[in-house]
């Protein structure tokens, strides 16, 4: 930890608008101000902590709730000192100021820019990472969004089924696997699976490379005795499905190291 710290920034980021509130060492409030978020924004709020502290970046700390983004980003690019607090432990510090509870941005950079001039050692501090470490962190993050997404459509595909084609699900654990999603297409209601012949069902198993279920169980599985359902039910539910099944084959295959494919 660096002790050459004797003016301290607390910044309440915001999608649009970022609230910075200058401390000096004795915890005197030296300036306020809101920045618009964007280049521009970013780079008056940088020009501005100079400026009103006449004082190099490596003798200002910033205190802010993010670890990372385009913030962070500048101010350790520009040489501030930056450090994170988890938010759940600011609001610890915010009890020090008021116990209201509501949001007030100019306090809210006040209690950290506070709590960081006298107790630096709750916070974490930051240091510019290597490009490579931010690309895969991104990478990762995408994976997760995207694993998340598939799984949402896949519920909605076995949500529409349970409806009218309860027997469908039981030829695969994965409904958002493009072999699946093929052979739905391919044998989509109870009455199609009636009049579908083995060789139809079995290309679509080849074609994937789908091996532990053969034609015949498909067939068997899928020609069980059908739900009774309102007219136009079926319909309903296919056109969810295909609406579904889209962004579903478009998504990338999330393998069994967690990596998509």
């Keep these: 930890m660096t002790d050459?710290?004797?003016?301290?920034?607390?910044?309440?980021?915001?999608?649009?608008?970022?609230?910075?509130?200058?401390?000096?060492?004795?915890?005197?409030?030296?300036?306020?101000?809101?920045?618009a978020h964007g280049g521009a924004g970013l780079a008056e709020l940088c020009n501005w902590l100079l400026v009103t502290s006449g004082a190099e970046p490596a003798t200002i700390a910033v205190a802010i709730?993010?670890?990372?983004?385009?913030?962070?980003?500048?101010?350790?690019?520009?040489?501030?000192?930056?450090?994170?607090?988890?938010?759940?432990?600011?609001?610890?510090?915010?009890?020090?100021?008021?116990?209201?509870?509501?949001?007030?941005?100019?306090?809210?950079?006040?209690?950290?820019?506070?709590?960081?001039?006298?107790d630096r050692h709750c916070f974490r501090h930051l240091a510019a990472e290597d490009a490579i470490i931010i690309e895969l962190r991104e990478w990762s993050r995408m994976t997760q969004d995207l694993q998340q997404e598939r799984n949402r459509?896949?519920?909605?595909?076995?949500?529409?089924?349970?409806?009218?084609?309860?027997?469908?699900?039981?030829?695969?654990?994965?409904?958002?696997?493009?072999?699946?999603?093929?052979?739905?297409?391919?044998?989509?209601?109870?009455?199609?699976?009636a009049r579908t012949r083995e060789s139809t069902v079995g290309r679509v198993l080849r074609a994937h490379r789908i091996r532990r279920i053969t034609a015949a169980e498909v067939l068997q599985t899928l020609r069980q005795p059908a739900l009774t359902v309102a007219a136009g039910t079926a319909e309903a539910a296919g056109a969810h499905i295909r609406a579904v099944?889209?962004?579903?084959?478009?998504?990338?295959?999330?393998?069994s190291d967690g990596l998509a494919g």
């Design 4 to 35: 050459d710290a004797r003016w301290f920034v607390g910044i309440d980021w915001a999608s649009q608008t970022h609230q910075a509130c200058l401390i000096d060492a004795g915890g005197k409030i030296i300036g306020e101000g809101a920045f």
């Design 153 to 193: 459509l896949a519920n909605r595909v076995r949500e529409q089924l349970w409806r009218y084609y309860p027997q469908a699900l039981a030829i695969g654990d994965d409904l958002a696997a493009d072999w699946f999603l093929e052979m739905w297409a391919a044998v989509p209601t109870p009455g199609k699976a």
């Design 65 to 118: 709730e993010v670890p990372h983004g385009p913030i962070v980003e500048l101010l350790l690019e520009r040489g501030f000192q930056v450090y994170a607090i988890n938010p759940k432990q600011l609001d610890r510090f915010r009890d020090r100021f008021t116990v209201a509870g509501a949001k007030d941005d100019r306090r809210d950079a006040h209690v950290l820019s506070d709590s960081l001039r006298t």
């Design 245 to 255: 099944a889209a962004p579903c084959a478009a998504s990338p295959t999330i393998g």
